[in-house]
């Protein structure tokens, strides 16, 4: 026998125009279910999507905003200090957080990937900075910095 057969339920009808009064008798509210669940997973899956960018992109903006000590940080660099220290050392993370998004003009040197020019200059804690030939060890108060390079805050 050839026929028609319902796809939800498969049930068999001899005439298509039976199939489709079957299906908008028996499943039509099924069918409404499904979509309205469709859209509500699409709508929930697009606002992650945007919530994901929004935070993306506010972050990337936050990166890329001008420093607050930028002029100082260049100062220091052009007067040629030098700060050497190591990524996972918690004080010189602190030493150079505390120049903000200004920390990307300092002269840094990384002890870690520089390990013969950190022991020439006699580094053994980190931070330690360079000005004017003399090393300083740990972290520097800007006004020290200030009063060493002649740099203005």
Request: include cysteine.
């Amino acid at each position: 026998m050839e026929g028609f057969e319902c796809k939800i339920c498969s049930k068999k009808f001899e005439a298509e125009e039976s199939l489709n009064q079957h299906i908008s008798a028996s499943h039509k509210s099924t069918e409404k279910k499904t979509d309205k669940k469709k859209i509500k997973k699409y709508l929930i899956i697009i606002g992650l999507m945007l919530a994901i960018t929004i935070f993306g992109y506010t972050f990337y903006i936050r990166g890329q905003a001008p420093g607050q000590y930028d002029d100082f940080a260049k100062c220091l660099t052009e007067k040629g200090a030098i700060i050497y220290g190591n990524d996972f050392c918690q004080y010189t993370n602190q030493q150079l957080n505390s120049f903000g998004n200004s920390k990307k003009y300092l002269e840094y040197v990384k002890c870690i990937d520089n390990e013969k020019l950190c022991n020439d200059k006699s580094v053994e804690i980190t931070p330690t900075w360079e000005i004017n030939n003399e090393t300083y060890s740990g972290i520097q108060i800007f006004e020290t910095l200030s009063r060493l390079t002649g740099c203005e805050i």
